[in-house]
């Protein structure tokens, strides 16, 4: 497995931007794919984006797409999420994943607070 450690949120008017970033730990992590994944309050957590290991392949959810942008630089084994024209049900802790596969995930951070206000 590898450590995940996030970072970059916080507090944001509606329309906003805010960049959150994941910083991952381990020889490997370089080769992982990850993911962004987020959860407020009374829901269940919920699947926002995914990056493959060489940044080839993205995928959003339909609620951020257009919006949201992942990418990663493995050069600092950290993985990015700009998020755009911030609206108020965007308002979760934001949670960073990896795994050995893509869209699968096995190794979680403990989350950022994103709070979009309107």
């Known amino acids: 497995q590898v450590q995940l450690v996030e970072s970059g949120g916080g507090l944001v008017q509606a329309g906003g931007s805010l960049r959150l970033s994941c910083a991952a730990s381990g020889r490997t992590a370089s080769s992982y794919a990850m993911g962004w994944f987020r959860q407020a309050p009374g829901k269940e957590r919920e699947f926002v984006s995914a990056i493959s290991w060489s940044g080839s392949n993205t995928y959003y959810a339909d609620s951020v797409k257009g919006r949201f942008t992942i990418s990663r630089d493995n050069a600092k084994n950290t993985v990015y999420l700009q998020m755009n024209s911030l609206k108020p049900e965007d308002t979760a802790v934001y949670y960073c994943?990896?795994?050995?596969?893509?869209?699968?995930?096995?190794?979680w951070g403990q989350g950022t607070q994103v709070t979009v206000s309107s």
């Open positions: 994943a990896a795994g050995a596969a893509f869209l699968t995930y096995d190794s």
